[in-house]
């Protein structure tokens, strides 16, 4: 629509009339400020996670609107740290938090770095009148079973040498840096990329090579007893130079698949999502940020995760694009996690931190940031 077609949309609404408008049609600037000069009765934001950073343009603008009542749905109130939290009551009830800096001094300091849990049963009293929570299990009682699977890879012998390689580079390259903290922990991430991109596939981190990968050799195992039993896979990954890498091995196998990154336009991601769903394709790759949420693929019963994410929430939401409304198979999810690497140590944060979201709906411990010198920790003892 137009800037003048979107006005006179825009101001003929009457009253009972509803507006729907998408996250990237609201941080325009032109339709940021046409909406934000509106009084609204009711304001509902979906999939609220996506204004969780105060610092975009995104949240800015939803920040501007102004109604009488403001409702937000979202399966993952915080995916990172407190502060997603702090933003998302900024929007729905400004002021119950105090101010960013005060928040950090009365809760997010205090809990994240100190595991207080005084400090998080007050915040935890604060925010649940304003909290409904319905877990899958109390809303989807027919849902068939999901059962998780780990897959331990066992790297080559030339790649647990590369890997060593790589770890022991960067463990000299961050004793020799004399960077500031906020410049060390991006550097100490950076390493981290790279580790965990080799632990995929060394083409990943030096396209040359002539290295095999022993993740993709046990993909193509397990994708092969799938499909040998008429299943369809979901396959996840957040590098998408790596689902490059699996579609390629798909081609040459003459297996048909969908794919879909964040540079895939909307239509034609519902275009493949349906084709799918129709029964075009047996695998689906997607990058875990583009397909973590929205989509519905009820016709995979199979789910691959090719890499670990810091937050097993946000895996979790990803596979829920198979197990929902509409599954009628047993769902199974396998993970596939390079042994003895940065890999399994990402692994060992899921099991020994809880979810942070968890931990003030259900009380369950603490997870908090990942400081620079926990992170040193996972590169020093891999």
């Not at 799938?226 to 896979?233: G, I, T």
């Not at 979810?355 to 620079?372: Q, R």
Request: proline fraction near 3%; charged fraction near 25%; charge should be neutral.
């Amino acid at each position: 629509m137009w800037k003048r077609d979107r006005q006179k949309l825009l101001f003929g609404l009457q009253p009972f009339d509803m507006l729907v408008c998408s996250y990237g049609l609201l941080q325009q600037e032109e339709v940021s400020q046409m909406l934000s000069q509106v009084q609204w009765q009711t304001i509902v934001l979906d999939e609220a996670q996506a204004i969780k950073n105060m610092t975009t343009k995104r949240s800015q603008a939803a920040m501007n609107l102004k109604g009488g009542f403001k409702l937000i749905t979202t399966g993952t109130p915080i995916e990172n740290h407190l502060g997603e939290l702090w933003n998302l009551f900024r929007f729905i009830n400004p002021g119950l938090l105090g101010s960013f800096e005060s928040f950090n001094q009365r809760f997010a300091i205090p809990i994240e770095k100190f595991q207080d849990k005084q400090v998080r049963n007050k915040l935890k009293k604060l925010i649940q009148p304003f909290l409904l929570r319905r877990t899958k299990n109390q809303v989807l009682e027919e849902l068939p079973s999901r059962t998780e699977i780990l897959l331990h890879v066992e790297l080559s012998r030339e790649e647990m040498a590369f890997y060593e390689a790589l770890r022991r580079e960067a463990i000299s390259k961050l004793t020799e840096s004399e960077a500031i903290a906020g410049q060390k922990h991006l550097q100490v991430l950076a390493e981290i990329m790279k580790l965990r991109r080799a632990c995929c596939n060394p083409s990943l981190v030096m396209p040359d090579t002539e290295l095999s990968s022993s993740k993709l050799q046990l993909f193509a195992e397990v994708l092969g007893d799938l499909l040998d039993n008429r299943h369809k896979a979901l396959v996840f990954s957040q590098f998408v130079d790596h689902l490059h890498i699996i579609r390629d091995y798909l081609d040459k196998q003459g297996i048909s698949s969908q794919y879909l990154d964040g540079s895939i336009p909307a239509p034609e991601r519902k275009k493949r999502v349906d084709a799918f769903q129709a029964g075009s394709g047996d695998v689906f790759l997607i990058s875990l940020k583009a397909g973590g949420t929205g989509l519905n693929l009820t016709a995979a019963d199979y789910i691959i995760h090719m890499d670990p994410w810091w937050n097993p929430a946000v895996e979790d939401q990803a596979s829920d694009r198979a197990h929902r409304i509409g599954q009628q198979r047993p769902v199974t999810i396998y993970r596939l996690v390079a042994k003895d690497t940065i890999e399994d140590k990402i692994v060992d944060l899921h099991h020994h931190k809880r979810d942070l979201a968890d931990s003030l709906l259900e009380g369950a411990d603490l997870s908090g940031k990942i400081s620079t010198q926990e992170l040193l920790r996972l590169i020093n003892e891999s």
